[in-house]
């Protein structure tokens, strides 16, 4: 039998009650994620509105004292890569020759810690590097993106120190992971003094801040562990904006008309395929409010949005493999990075997850959270990555 990768990241909500009823009915007939729920929303409503500890302070608390998992077939350390914080997990088995390595950049919108896991006997398969970036809002950003960005380079330029094949190096990512690896191989495209990157896996990513109307956003606008409003309030969160703004974001009103014009040929719901957008309804236009475009600018940068990178990047891209999830409102933004790396004649592989919801490869690796969908994501991603 293959060897799998476990992975264990932190689920990306807060207010995990909010709109349970609207979780796919995986997660909602499980009993063990019903307790988790409760619990943990009891404790962030109670501590975060007695003024206790701030949002993200408590969730990294929470979580990021877990301790890390160990396998006596793995070597793992804690060292730094030009200064950021990496977690490397080599096998202690022999090798004939120098085996493929992944790249993992963590999910958590950028501001909240993420405990990550690998157990289980996959070690014939892979050396892995999970970069530990620092986060908002101690860190403003673009600080995220340039660890990650610095400390691949730093990878790519060491590989074979750690028992890895420079030529076949793989990039993965979760939710704003992906976004850092979307963004990660644009902004390497064009290097020629380091290897390049052989792949990107991009698990239900963020890729766009122009249109939060799109038919995903629509259908699970209230879905537990990552609504359409808690979104836009995680961007602003981030980026370190007034959160006063969110209502203005929803609508659209951060982007000017001849924005919206320019990259409709590229984030528009017509490109969405029709199964996928069962009970649409087009929002009714609205104006742009000039202050909150100001204000907001950082959102139409290819770091943050990478759905907008020029046609001349986008066809440079390695291949690509695109995990997105049903229950997901970020859903479209997966399936309009597909159309467009497909488009510039850049091989995709696609899987789709019906069951699937954001954040629910954080509950892989735990037998009291066991969700089908996990267990398929991690299987795609694995199988993808066999195949470099």
Known sequence: MEKQIRFRILLTSVRVTEHWNRLSREAVESPSLEIFKTRLDAILCNMTLLGIFKEHILIRLIFGGLPASRDSKLFIKDLHFDGVPVRIYLTRLPSASKRRGVIFFHGGCGIKCVVF??????????????????????????????????ATIHFLKTAENYGVDPDRIIVCGDSVGGTFTANVCQELVNRTDIPKIRAQVMIYPFLQALNFNLPSHQKNAFTALLSRERTVHYILKYLNKDCSMKEALLAGSHVPASMNLKYRKWINPDLIPEKFKQGYEPPIPTSCVPQVHEETKELFETRFSPLLAEDAVICRLPEACIITCEHDV????????????????????????????????????????????????????????KGF
């Open 330 to 385: 970020l859903r479209d933004d997966g399936l309009l990075y597909k159309k467009r790396l497909e488009d510039n004649d850049v091989k995709v592989t696609w899987y789709h997850i019906e069951e699937g919801f954001h954040g629910t490869i954080g509950f892989f690796g735990y037998s009291i959270f066991s969700f089908p969908s996990s267990s398929k994501i991690v299987d795609h991603a694995v199988n993808f990555i």
């Open 117 to 150: 896991y690998i157990v289980g006997d996959w070690t014939a398969l892979l050396n892995l590097v999970h970069f530990r970036y620092c986060l908002s809002p101690e860190c403003k950003y673009p600080a995220q993106n340039l660890d990650c960005l610095t």
